[in-house]
């Protein structure tokens, strides 16, 4: 058993100074706001497009890093602005380490200028500690999500092939307990290391950090290129039992959200699937009423299936949700059996009223589109 850990308590996503949403934003489909950090894929957020350099070299990684600070800015200040009118109120800064970039603060003074109400620093955490953290404070950060790949600095070096990373980010764990307005959430990558028993390797990680989440988000690798396949830490995320991992960790005290994984692959948890997630939490916002925002928002959440749909997935409801591999066919994948009663119980769990089948029809819209281009009508 892992040791109870404190728990960080959500606050709602409502009071006097939250950001007014767009008036391009169609009415949403239910009378609740939703709340929880993005890890949790329930919730809408923008992902800022841009590549910051990295101090990193993590094997998976697909992101590759610009070298224009300028062009930068001038995009970044375009992209939140496109954001902003269409709704969003949440900004992710990913790709990369956001704070080795000179204008960095800038980029982040941006979203605070443009109200967006939720600002989050996706790192790895080896450049956080108190200095950098209060200058995340002060420029406007409200929330970090940490990423975690390894749970020794010898295995941190096969992974990311740099030296002290594990300890690197324990340290940095530490300092972000103390300041608990800031920290949101982690991020865990399942490495071969895993393999052998995957529930150990999650409790593993999540003891370096003394908090307990509301939500851990656990991503298989894409296996987007053979030098990743061919990598000794590489493991293929459909060899893992996905059900039994999350029934394993339910009975911990642990809810966790998978990405990169066919939603199927999860068996009677496939509303855990992160992308099915994000796309419930999309129809429950609403989408934006001008039609070149909607294809923005299409865009920035692949509101669409990326690849045709081949054998068994031919069938299936849910392929717009679901990470297939980008070179391999499916294997043995089954469609889920009963997708209303995947979304019941996810809106069941996270306590939000709104009715099944009209946000299982809205899927079924995402599905139908081949592109973002596509009339996305209301479901």
Same mark, same amino acid.
């Given at each position: 058993?892992?040791?109870?850990?404190?728990?960080?308590?959500?606050?709602?996503?409502?009071?006097?100074?939250?950001?007014?949403?767009?008036?391009?934003?169609?009415?949403?489909?239910?009378?609740?706001?939703?709340?929880?950090?993005?890890?949790?894929?329930?919730?809408?957020?923008?992902?800022?497009?841009?590549?910051?350099?990295?101090?990193?070299?993590?094997?998976?990684?697909?992101?590759?890093?610009?070298?224009?600070?300028?062009?930068?800015?001038?995009?970044?200040?375009?992209?939140?602005?496109?954001?902003?009118?269409?709704?969003?109120?949440?900004?992710?800064?990913?790709?990369?380490?956001? /704070?080795?970039?000179?204008?960095? *603060? @800038?980029?982040? %003074?941006?979203? $605070?200028?443009?109200?967006?109400?939720? =600002?989050?620093?996706?790192?790895?955490?080896?450049?956080?500690?108190?200095?950098?953290?209060?200058?995340?404070?002060?420029?406007?950060?409200?929330?970090?999500?940490?990423?975690?790949?390894?749970?020794?600095?010898?295995?941190?070096?096969?992974?990311?092939?740099?030296?002290?990373?594990?300890?690197?980010?324990?340290?940095?764990?530490?300092?972000?307990?103390?300041?608990?307005?800031?920290?949101?959430?982690?991020?865990?990558?399942?490495?071969?290391?895993?393999?052998?028993?995957?529930?150990?390797?999650?409790?593993?990680?999540?003891?370096?950090?003394?908090?307990?989440?509301?939500?851990?988000?656990?991503?298989?690798?894409?296996?987007?290129?053979?030098?990743?396949?061919?990598?000794?830490?590489?493991?293929?995320?459909?060899?893992?039992?996905?059900?039994? /991992?999350?029934?394993?960790?339910? *009975? @911990?005290?642990? %809810?966790?959200? $998978?990405?990169?994984?066919?939603?199927? =692959?999860?068996?009677?948890?496939?509303?855990?699937?992160?992308?099915?997630?994000?796309?419930?939490?999309?129809?429950?916002?609403?989408?934006?009423?001008?039609?070149?925002?909607?294809?923005?928002?299409?865009?920035?959440?692949?509101?669409?299936?990326?690849?045709?749909?081949?054998?068994?997935?031919?069938?299936?409801?849910?392929?717009?949700?679901?990470?297939?591999?980008?070179?391999?066919?499916?294997?043995?994948?089954?469609?889920?059996?009963?997708?209303?009663?995947?979304v019941a119980r996810l809106l069941t769990e996270e306590g939000i009223s709104a009715k099944p089948d009209e946000i299982l029809a809205g899927l079924r819209l995402f599905a139908a589109r081949n592109s973002a281009d596509e009339d996305l009508r209301e479901p």
């Amino acid at each position: 058993m892992t040791k109870p850990r404190p728990t960080t308590e959500r606050e709602p996503n409502s009071g006097p100074d939250m950001a007014r949403p767009s008036r391009n934003v169609k009415r949403p489909i239910h009378t609740r706001r939703l709340r929880g950090e993005i890890t949790s894929g329930l919730a809408t957020y923008y992902a800022l497009h841009f590549s910051a350099p990295c101090n990193l070299s993590c094997f998976f990684c697909y992101e590759q890093p610009r070298t224009s600070e300028e062009k930068s800015l001038h995009h970044v200040r375009h992209d939140l602005e496109r954001a902003r009118a269409a709704g969003y109120d949440r900004v992710a800064f990913s790709c990369g380490e956001l /704070l080795l970039l000179r204008s960095w *603060k @800038e980029m982040v %003074r941006f979203a $605070v200028e443009l109200g967006f109400r939720e =600002r989050v620093l996706l790192t790895n955490l080896t450049l956080i500690d108190e200095e950098s953290i209060a200058a995340l404070v002060d420029a406007g950060i409200t929330s970090v999500g940490a990423t975690l790949v390894a749970c020794s600095d010898e295995e941190g070096m096969s992974i990311t092939g740099r030296p002290g990373v594990h300890s690197r980010q324990a340290a940095a764990l530490r300092i972000l307990n103390e300041l608990s307005e800031l920290f949101c959430g982690v991020h865990l990558i399942l490495t071969r290391e895993a393999l052998a028993d995957p529930w150990r390797r999650i409790a593993a990680l999540l003891e370096m950090s003394p908090r307990r989440f509301s939500h851990v988000n656990i991503s298989a690798i894409e296996p987007v290129r053979n030098e990743i396949i061919e990598h000794p830490s590489f493991v293929f995320g459909h060899d893992i039992s996905w059900p039994e /991992l999350i029934e394993q960790a339910e *009975k @911990e005290g642990e %809810r966790l959200v $998978v990405q990169n994984v066919p939603a199927c =692959r999860l068996g009677d948890w496939a509303h855990r699937s992160f992308m099915v997630r994000r796309r419930v939490a999309r129809l429950l916002e609403g989408m934006p009423a001008d039609r070149q925002l909607a294809r923005e928002v299409s865009m920035n959440e692949v509101l669409f299936s990326r690849l045709p749909a081949a054998g068994s997935c031919k069938s299936c409801s849910l392929i717009s949700v679901c990470h297939r591999d980008f070179d391999r066919a499916p294997q043995g994948v089954a469609t889920v059996a009963d997708p209303e009663a995947l979304v019941a119980r996810l809106l069941t769990e996270e306590g939000i009223s709104a009715k099944p089948d009209e946000i299982l029809a809205g899927l079924r819209l995402f599905a139908a589109r081949n592109s973002a281009d596509e009339d996305l009508r209301e479901p």
